[in-house]
């Protein structure tokens, strides 16, 4: 499995991003896709996690309101809608693929290389 995440960049506060999750090497029927994100010298947590059917999607209490997961199964993307961004939403963004819909770090098996998403205020 391979996954390439795009579309991170330097932002106002109060503005928008995608960011684009591109996922190959198989089929992707089941299981779920997540986004994470790492600032400098924290851990990486949860932002944002949905099944490859769509049916359920998880979102940090942090970024509920704001962003939004969606996926296109026919490409094989999914995508983070990034909304009303703040400074303290700047971190390296990371989608990651797991057997199951789930918020933990340590159940995702296959990474992308990340995005710098970087938000001034």
């Known amino acids: 499995v391979q996954l390439q995440a795009s579309g991170g960049g330097l932002v106002q506060a109060g503005g928008s991003l995608r960011l684009s999750c591109a996922a190959s090497?198989?089929?992707?029927?089941?299981?779920?896709v997540g986004w994470f994100r790492q600032a400098a010298g924290k851990e990486r947590e949860f932002v944002a996690a949905i099944t490859w059917s769509g049916i359920t999607q998880y979102l940090a209490g942090s970024v509920k309101g704001r962003f939004t997961i969606s996926r296109d199964n026919a490409k094989n993307m999914v995508y983070l809608q990034m909304n009303s961004l703040k400074p303290e939403d700047t971190a390296v963004y990371y989608c990651?693929?797991?057997?199951?819909?789930?918020?933990?770090?340590?159940?995702?098996?296959?990474w992308g290389q990340g995005t710098q998403v970087t938000v001034s205020s």
């Open positions: 990651a693929v797991a057997g199951r819909l789930t918020t933990a770090v340590n159940e995702y098996d296959y």
């Open positions: 090497g198989r089929t992707f029927s089941s299981g779920a």
